[in-house]
């Protein structure tokens, strides 16, 4: 089959030739369709140095996807050779701590495919039976394809968040940040205020349904406008950049919640006395989605028809064509970026 594949400790990828994968007795085989490239998979592209902390040369990239399931093991009993799925990537132990008390998202054994085993850019991909989720018939593959980074935003904007009448800032307009838009939207927020410094990304926040779509420099005017002075009820930190960061702490009101997803590149520092304690805010870190809360809230906001993710997708490729996906990302005037395979 062909595959995409990190084959050397050097910036790049191979788009190579080799078997499809064999599976074991509590796996299937999936037959990829479509799937997401994500700034995870430009960090392994240019092997950066957290991709060589991190990965070990060679394995196949990609870790969003959805397609159809071609084989399953023998201990498999609820999927089904033909089921359209999509699948969490992020393999988790099932018996520590974390995952025996509901929070397996953060289980530290956790493996994530196409970082830390064979991924989901080639033709077939072998997943544990556990992870596959199915796919609504009015789902398709495209969208089935990019539910990690959907759910990416939904984790973020959801957990904890009673988001019905508030005052949302999401810093960061990404294809996550995109994302959550449009969900804060659908969730019942009254006001949803996006900031970002690229005016592609501003308009479509604007599709997605942000009230105020603005430069960083305008958030907080807009964010005071909308607050009578307040601050917001919530803000999404979707950005990763420290200025962000900073002006999130600044613009939540006193009591609020700051939901931080965005990963800046090196260490930031904070003023905890000021930017957080003396303000009494509660800060929650998203790691990926919660299993399998999320991944319910998502099927559920799809089949209600209230959100829908289909404007942030700008971009799709063939799978030969992997140095232009990439250099779209980078780009940054792409939204969300999909590798048509099958
Ligand atoms: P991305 O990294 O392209 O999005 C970041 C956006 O922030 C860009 O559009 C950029 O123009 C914008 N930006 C830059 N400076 C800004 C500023 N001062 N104010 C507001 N916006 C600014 O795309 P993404 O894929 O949506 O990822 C968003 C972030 O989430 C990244 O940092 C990524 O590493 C992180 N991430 C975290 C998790 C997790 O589980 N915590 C999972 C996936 C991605
Ligand atoms: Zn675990």
Redesign the pocket.
Known sequence: MKALRKTATAPGFTLAEIPVPEIRDNEVLIRVRRAGV??TDVHIHDWDAWAQGRCHPPFTVGHEFAGDVAKVGSLVSDVTVGDRVTAEGHIVCGRCHLCRTGNSHICPNTKIIGVDRDGCFAEYIAMPATNVWHLADSVSYEVGGIHD?MG?AFHTALHGTNLPGKTVLI???????LFAVGICRAAGASRIVA????QT?LALARAMGAHDAVQ?AAAEAAVRAATDGLGADVVLE????P??VH?ALALVRVGGRVQV???PAKRMELDLATEIIFKGITIYG???RRMYETWIEMTQFLSSGQFDPRPVITHRFALERHAEAIAAIKS?EAGKVVFEIG
């Open positions: 994500c700034g980074p990416n810093t960061g307009c990404g294809p996550i940040g900031s970002d410094v690229n990304r960083p979707m950005s990763g950049v200025a962000a002006q997803l965005g990963i998203v790691v990926g940054g």
